[in-house]
């Protein structure tokens, strides 16, 4: 009887040593991130670059899925519910969110550029400016995010404001391409790759770049102050893990366009040219932040009020997460 006792005390052991040595074994849970526009917005494709390539993983840290959003103040409360607060946001959203108390940190940079945005109307249409939009019905995506943002900005700069128009939050940018298409909207925002997918179903009313300055930060990174203090190296492997994905796509463009078409379901082929084209005006940045962009941008919170004044870069950005070389201070 004894002897049966030390035996399956024995095996009792080896079991037990078998699954510490397994459960030590097993890669770091995988994890859902957010970006706004998933699929619909090439804001991801560093990220979609460095779940396939395994940049993430190299860095420590295990990718696996992607939520998203029609943009605004959605992506952020989607970032303070995930499981890992991580997420790539609009800028406006984020600086509104944490002026009504949200316990958010600005981490890195997205893109910084706005050249890629214009507004469309069907073919034929008398809009071909900002000045023909007067009392037209005119479309973004929703209340805090970028176009909302920039909408207000070339009407500002034009001379016109909000009362001007007929402000209409459609949706995600395929919704307002519907809009446009089906005639509930008179203009609605657009971007790549719908532009390209599109571009023989409407015509440009205006573009970004022609009415404001292009270099305009559109996204930036964020996560919640907790998590900021509880899990700061994998926030720092986020980050450097995207930033080899823009690596990545600065040198192989082609074989990135690819990767992205997989993920989006898209034309490669179309992609692999809206590719070459956002290398050539370095559509996504390094995570490093651009003050001066992030600076216009937020001109469009203070034209609705959302911002008095100027923002104080440094008491709600946080660099430290940065790869070194690109952690400079708020200025």
């Not at 800028?91 to 944490?98: P, Q, S, Y």
């Not at 479309?139 to 001007?164: C, E, H, Q, R, W």
């Not at 997918?197 to 930060?217: C, I, R, T």
């Not at 809206?274 to 962009?293: E, L, P």
Request: proline share 5%.
């Amino acid at each position: 009887m004894a002897a049966r006792a030390s035996k399956f005390a024995g095996r009792a052991l080896l079991i037990g040593a078998a699954l510490i040595a397994f459960a030590h074994a097993r890669p770091a849970r995988a994890d859902s991130i957010t970006v706004t526009h998933w699929g619909a917005a090439f804001y991801g494709a560093p990220y979609a670059v460095a779940m396939k390539q395994g940049f993430f993983k190299q860095r420590g840290v295990d990718v696996t899925g992607i939520l998203t959003s029609t943009g605004g103040g959605t992506s952020v409360r989607n970032t303070l519910a995930g499981d890992l607060p991580f997420g790539e946001v609009s800028l406006a959203a984020a600086v509104e969110a944490i002026n009504h108390g949200q316990p958010i940190r600005i981490i890195g940079a997205g893109v910084d550029t706005v050249a890629d945005i214009l507004w469309i109307a069907k073919p034929g249409s008398p809009l071909h400016s900002v000045e023909d939009l007067k009392g037209k019905k005119v479309g973004f995506t929703s209340p805090g995010s970028v176009t909302n943002m920039l909408i207000l900005m070339a009407l500002k700069a034009k001379g016109m404001t909000p009362s001007d128009v007929h402000l209409v939050a459609a949706g995600g940018i395929g919704a307002n391409l519907s809009a446009v298409l089906n005639g509930a909207l008179d203009t609605g925002m657009t971007g790549e790759p719908t532009w390209s997918e599109n571009e023989g179903k409407v015509q440009p009313v205006f573009w970004v770049k022609d009415v404001l300055p292009p270099n305009m930060m559109q996204t930036v990174a964020i996560t919640t102050t907790d998590f900021a203090q509880s899990d700061p190296a994998k926030l720092r492997a986020l980050l450097a893990g995207r930033a080899d994905g823009v690596a990545y796509i600065e040198a192989h463009p082609d074989e990135s366009a690819d990767i992205v078409a997989e993920a989006y379901h898209g034309d490669a082929a179309l992609y692999r040219r809206v590719f070459h084209n956002f290398v050539a005006i370095h559509y996504w940045s390094d995570g490093r932040m651009d003050y001066d962009g992030m600076n216009r941008m937020v001109e469009g919170l203070q034209i609705v009020g959302q911002q008095s004044g100027a923002v104080d870069w440094s008491k709600i950005v946080d660099t430290s997460f940065l790869p070194a070389g690109m952690k400079a201070a708020a200025n």
